[in-house]
């Protein structure tokens, strides 16, 4: 079954926020084998969201929309809906009481905005949003289904994970969809092609394949469609095995799962903890660490070190080799990587100190330059990296090849 | 001047990827006059490609496009634009040598996916690409114009910001555009609409106004087009001035500028330094303030104390204060401000302790609950916060809310 999406709102327009619904909706309409055929956002108006829809609903069955269902005279996807599948807006007074009810909680009063959102059209479903004021409608015409959801991020993902998912999964009957992703380190795109060329060309015709390069990784992804799930599966476990043959250790995961997520797993196999000392990463490593649940059994807390002075009287870093070769350098890196074993007492440690730029490079070491140190309680190992000219990709690409040495520290050890 | 944008990628339909790519040019074409009237994501196909591109020329005159231009297999943009515009490729020697030498600056060699991307059509004019080895093209016919740039965003970027914008500032004329959004915080959308009702019905026709809500802050966005810049730009003052009577300090920046920044800014204004401890943000707000360029002017550094053990170890918390109030107390989170104030010498501290999720959480202390004080020399603040169940929620708005605090203290200093 195909679908497609419909985001609406002028702020996507004119880029001030990214949509980031349609990622996150597309991704879990695959997993119950609905496949999204082209996204579309338009703007805050009657014409665009009629056009699009007609459009959209020529293509396929299936058309998901989210945005304009505020509370506010800007949005009016409500009204317009409910004018092109000829519907009447009437109270729904399970709604109005739900409003009420959770303004009270937070102690403030129904106003002529909020009995407006009480309103729904006559002929669609109401679909229960448990984390807002604007309703969810479900239109029905012939075979055609149109699902109309708030934008706000976290209302469309509650609505989405425990209604419209399940409803989805038990009136259509879907062919199944498999992608499977390979992470690989430590390799541009083209040469990976290169290495792969003969076993690209011998892949099943059932097997898509995409190349996805991102900052530091290259993602590859075989995607294939059929009614046999197990029959798939063992497909890609097959093309799996080949490319081990090719790659080895480069490939690192799976399925989008993060470095950060593969260093956890083995910290937790292992049972060991670790602290992070971070000059040019600024925190970066600690935030990506603790971003994930459960961070608290193995991560025990970083030194952000952003100037010399804190690397000397928190980190302990020897003024003299400061001053001598420089807050980037091996000797400095290595000594914030045992310094931060010491001050917080953890079995591994990593250290990064660089240049992110925009300013501050020499000849000697330009604009991207980082020392990177991984260190356990009995070795130090410590490399030069040379990214890129751009700030946020040097941040990003010091935490990763950072959490790639700790993950080949801890296999080898 | 009216445009559209279509991204190419079957990573974006599968929601492998969010398209940032057309928020960033969006936000660009903008700024010279250009409204994006529409934004479309296809698959890799030629079909998508053809009729979406179809589509887009029969609405608008200029098309943008990203993706599908790598060495792989995949990717089908060029071949397809070529046939539509009924180009032939060629080799361009140029191009050839250009991949060649960057290629062996990391010391690779060509091969037969890089001598194929040294082919362009040869109806197109080709723009130089610095960062890459994907061509950008741009097809003319008759009054319609298409673009067709590589998806990889920092190529996209760079040739955006110094070919294709330059460019079309010089072909086109264009009307003005201009937006000016104000940025609230501590309202939500509905009860911030209610206050702003009067001032809202007696705005000017050529303004038009959104509400833009997200975790913690609600942006006001007013949009004009028109002739006359001047005009434009004293009508949006006049409506700033009475925004200003009715919220206060409550507006806290204008046109999507940081918090960060904001601090950023007081802090260099006044020559003061500021470093954070953190516990539930684990470095978020240290990641904040670090991905601004310069940041080492007033950023010293940050302990993210994600343990009790480092908590005392490194902040010198009172081990008795965490046994007796637990780690998420005024008690605990005052000592850490302080301590952290001692251990790295800075004029301002920020420190966070709260229950990010989805575990931890107690009747007493649920989910979401963060306590969060800021220091000067002479001053320490505190204030008890409930966010929301969700991790990355709670941390981002914790974080959010300790810059918030803290510009509050420096400017009532």
Known sequence: MQAEIITIGDEILIGQIVDTNSAWMSKELNTIGISVNRITSISDTKEAINSSLEEAMSRVDLVLMTGGLGPTNDDITKKTLSDYFACELIQDDGLYAKIEERLARYKIGMNAFNREQALVPDGARIITNNYGTAPCMWFTKDIKHVISMPGVPFEMKNIMEFEILPKLSEEFD????????????????????????????????VVKLAYLPSPGVVRLRMSLIGEDEAELKTI??????????????????????????????????????????????????AHLLTAMAGSSAYFEGSIVAYSNEVKATVLGVNSNSLEEFGAVSQEVVEQMASGVLKAIGTDYGIATSGIAGPDGGTDEKPVGTVWIAVTSKDKVVSEKFVFSKERGRNIRMASLAGFNMLRKMIIES
Do not use: Y
């Open 236 to 285: 890609v476990e097959q093309q799996i095995e080949g490319l081990r043959v090719i790659l080895g250790e480069r490939i690192f995961a799976f399925n989008d799962e993060k470095i950060e997520q593969v260093i956890a797993n083995l910290l937790l196999d292992k049972k060991k903890t670790l602290a992070t000392a971070e000059s040019c990463t600024g925190g970066n490593m």
């Open 174 to 205: 879907c062919p199944h969809v498999l992608h499977q992703t390979i992470m690989v380190q430590g390799l541009g795109e083209s040469v990976l092609a290169e290495m792969l060329q003969d076993w690209e060309a011998n892949l099943p015709s």
